[in-house]
């Protein structure tokens, strides 16, 4: 498995990319500051970016195993990504909101 240039995993690197980028960044300026922080292949990259969304049902049935069942992002209707805050955002299961 690739690691970053600094030992840390994508996940780890995907976390640190999107707060570098100011807590709120695109798809691609995730995939382009996760690219300059490791050897991952762009598929990994981007199966990362979708795996660690806490809002997106597919993400669930698909990426089932232990390294993907701590998701940490939110996608926002405009399409950018954000850290995900339970208090800001809501409580999700299986990708839907639950009240």
């Known amino acids: 498995m690739a690691k970053g240039h600094k030992g840390e995993t994508c996940a780890e690197a995907t976390r640190e990319a999107i707060v570098l ?30 795996s660690f969304v806490v809002n997106l049902p597919p993400g669930y049935r698909h990426w089932q195993d232990e390294r993907h069942k701590h ?3 939110f996608l926002r209707e405009d399409g950018n990504y954000e850290l995900y805050n339970p208090q800001w955002h809501g409580r999700y299961d299986q990708g839907k909101r639950v009240v």
């Not at 960044?25 to 199966?47: H, L, R």
Request: glycine residues 10%.
């Open 21 to 50: 980028l100011g807590n709120r960044a695109s798809a691609e300026d995730i995939f382009n500051k996760v690219k300059q922080m490791g050897d991952w292949t762009e598929d990994n990259i981007w199966q990362g970016l979708m």
């Open 71 to 73: 998701k940490f992002l």
